[in-house]
């Protein structure tokens, strides 16, 4: 007896019409619940849901994906060990043991040939499913360690305190913090963020060590909903520093930690569309600012650390519109500088006599950055970056401004080594359509060609497009797509499919200008932009749409969704992952973390301009009912406080109950797949091995639909 077809769950449906959008009944406006305890018909629901996605992939494919996993066991060494750094007396560095999810930090005394000192092991805590090391933080005179972790996926971290000499926990724990952790200079405190009730870090606290943290003393509290919290201390270890940022204006505070007593002061207020950030160096502080948005991909400024008003600050780099500096790392007598040219991320090194000068390198696509200021020594000539591409494995590396010469210290090994000879990657350029194009703020340069980065094994790649691809986007919050190693991408370039990457509009590759023209009004660009690509590597003869596969994650889940209701047949497959696909219920509503801090990234739907513009591409609200959409896989975490999962449950049940599959009498229907970690936020599991094997499960779905996707195209042929 043949086994029956496996049926997708059918949500029930309750009329619900919002006071905001009469246009728009919400039917499953149910599925939302913001309790920590979900109601149990809504657990049921994803229950059915997650039963589904096991019968139609998670077990049908259970052989390949283990084969996946394996696949990508043997390509990461499972036990290894990072490049140590000195500080004062201690070596520090992190190990990974095979079969343990998670790395060991340690250190040795004086010299590496010394006994060594695991100091955390997370690995030990057996009575977690879940966990996020948020941070860990030695004290100054590296007797006391304070670290952050999140046992749920929630995002809520918990301080906790171990003394290094004894091996015991301390007592006094702080809860509700966004897992930041900054020390004082006299061993004896800490600074931290707590959250507020929609998740929002707003309070800066100091905890004095063997107090109670309801005794903490509130330092500052953040009360605009719109801007964001954060701290960190400059690379020289003198300044706390507190920034308040949303989408378009900063504000820096700054606290001595050498005179504490002198209280947290204002850098300088804030003014909208502002941006700056600050570093320090000597009598000085740098800034890197656009000047109020003049001076869109930012200069670097400095001032005295006596005054810091704005009228004070004088040019360090003068503003150049085709060279956005990204950040800067000073040091007691240089500064580094990390700008993008061109789409690539690069180092400048600037003197002290005020000479600069690029590190070269040979690779025309790649991405070099300064490591942690964990890792570096403000006095020294040395300091420490990072450089990979997507075909060359991560470097850990030595820049001595001396000799100006570099010294490997580490490259992550891939087992059996990595040749690149067999592979091609290329960058070529999307003509960006003309009735998309648009003008930068203040007449900064913007290009009109899309990057489209595309790798591939040269002796498996067909004529007359043939070939099986994936596309993969982003394009939101200026993130830039950087050429980074990914050994797992292999399993795909290996079975003869073509891997491209999008730098669209809305991402930040091609500098602000690049990120200023596909947000607000603009946003349909970064949508416009990425079926350009798709059609680009068609009309190059690489593939067909029949034969393509398209992913996106998080932003790039909005991605995907505005995209598949534009240009359902755009692919034979898609994989959205924790998708921001239910855009006005989301944005209308501000008890939601992100919501009102998100307005300057999307627009207030509060403002009617925005609220239309913003539901003409809203995935939720734009599903084409009775068209054919490609095969899909969702994935959600039901503790993401980021996309909350009832985002991907809701447009999934909407999907279900539009008849988006074809219909009863075709042969190929599609199948949409949801699958909802039940214990898990935003970024999946968090153990290594845990992580890959989600990612095997992902893989599989891809090659399993492009393998389908070849074997239907030869049919109709």
């Not at 991402?507 to 949508?527: A, M, P, Q, S, V």
């Not at 909005?558 to 959205?576: E, H, R, T």
């Not at 009832?646 to 699958?675: C, I, Q, Y």
Request: aromatic letters at 12%.
């Amino acid at each position: 007896m043949a086994t029956p077809t496996p049926r997708p769950p059918i949500a029930k449906q309750e009329p619900l019409v919002h006071a905001y959008g009469p246009s728009t009944p919400d039917l499953f406006h149910w599925l939302k619940d913001q309790n920590k305890t979900k109601a149990q018909p809504i657990i049921d629901y994803l229950n059915e849901e997650n039963q589904y996605a096991k019968d139609v992939h998670l077990t049908p494919n259970a052989a390949l994906t283990e084969t996946l996993y394996a696949e990508f066991l043997s390509k990461i060494q499972e036990t290894d060990q990072e490049a140590p750094y000195k500080k004062d007396a201690y070596w520090y560095y992190t190990r990974t043991v095979e079969g343990e999810q998670y790395p060991i930090y340690c250190r040795k005394r004086d010299s590496l040939d010394a006994p060594e000192d695991a100091y955390l092991n997370i690995n030990l805590l057996k009575e977690n499913e879940y966990m996020d090391l948020g941070s860990t933080a030695v004290s100054p005179s590296h007797n006391i360690l304070a670290y952050s972790l999140d046992t749920a996926g929630d995002e809520f971290y918990t301080v906790h305190f171990k003394n290094l000499e004894t091996g015991e926990m301390l007592p006094g724990s702080i809860e509700n913090t966004d897992g930041t952790i900054v020390w004082n200079k006299t061993n004896d405190s800490v600074y931290y963020l707590t959250l507020d009730e929609v998740h929002r870090p707003y309070k800066l606290f100091r905890h004095d060590l063997g107090t109670d943290s309801k005794d903490d003393v509130l330092l500052y509290h953040n009360t605009d909903d719109q801007f964001w919290t954060s701290i960190g201390k400059t690379n020289s270890g003198r300044y706390l520093i507190l920034s308040l940022g949303s989408s378009q204006t900063s504000e820096i505070h700054f606290l001595d930690l050498e005179n504490p007593a002198s209280g947290l002061k204002c850098f300088t207020p804030r003014e909208f569309r502002h941006e700056y950030e600050v570093e320090h160096q000597g009598d000085h502080f740098l800034i890197i600012t656009n000047g109020g948005g003049k001076f869109l991909n930012k200069k670097l400024q400095r001032t005295s650390i006596h005054n810091t008003a704005r009228d004070a600050w004088e040019d360090v780099i003068p503003y150049d519109p085709y060279r956005e500096i990204s950040d800067v790392t000073p040091f007691e007598q240089y500064i580094v500088v990390e700008e993008r040219t061109d789409g690539i991320l690069r180092l400048r090194i600037l003197e002290a006599s005020g000479e600069s000068y690029l590190i070269p390198f040979t690779e025309e696509i790649f991405e070099a950055t300064t490591l942690s200021t964990r890792v570096q020594s403000y006095t020294s000539d040395i300091f420490r970056y990072s450089y990979n591409s997507q075909l060359t494995p991560t470097k850990t590396l030595e820049y001595n401004t001396k000799t100006k010469s570099s010294t490997l210290l580490k490259q992550r090994p891939v087992p059996g080594g990595f040749v690149p000879t067999p592979y091609t990657l290329k960058r070529i350029k999307v003509p960006i359509p003309t009735e998309t194009r648009v003008s930068a703020p203040f007449d900064t340069p913007v290009a009109d060609y899309i990057p489209l980065t595309i790798l591939y094994k040269t002796s498996t790649l067909k004529p007359n497009g043939n070939n099986k691809s994936y596309l993969y986007g982003y394009g939101s919050y200026g993130v830039s797509l950087e050429p980074k190693f990914d050994s797992s991408i292999f399993s795909y370039v290996d079975r003869g499919i073509v891997v491209a990457w999008a730098h669209i509009r809305g991402g930040g590759e091609l500098g602000r200008g690049w990120y200023e023209t596909g947000k607000f009004l603009h946003k349909k660009n970064t949508f416009t932009d990425f079926i350009a690509c798709a059609e680009k590597l068609v009309s190059d003869g690489i593939t067909k749409h029949e034969l393509m596969a398209i992913e996106g994650r998080s932003a790039g889940g909005l991605l995907m969704g505005a995209v598949l209701n534009m240009k359902p047949d755009i692919a034979y497959c898609a994989m959205l992952g924790v998708p921001f696909v239910d855009v006005i219920n989301t944005m209308m509503d501000p008890s939601i973390p992100l919501t009102v801090n998100e307005y300057e990234e999307w627009g207030n739907p509060n403002d009617k301009e925005f609220f239309d513009y913003m539901q003409s591409y809203s995935p939720y609200d734009t599903i084409k009912a009775g068209t054919k959409y490609p095969n899909m896989f969702v994935k959600a975490g039901i503790n993401d406080p980021r996309v909350q999962y009832w985002e991907p449950a809701k447009w999934v049940a909407k999907m279900r109950a539009s008849n988006t599959n074809g219909g009863e009498d075709d042969p190929h229907k599609s199948v949409l797949v949801f699958d909802c970690k039940m214990g898990s936020g935003h970024f999946g599991a968090s153990g290594r091995y845990g992580y890959l094997k989600e990612k095997a499960a992902e893989f599989a779905f891809v090659l399993t639909q492009l393998e389908e996707a070849e074997r239907v195209l030869a049919t109709k042929a």
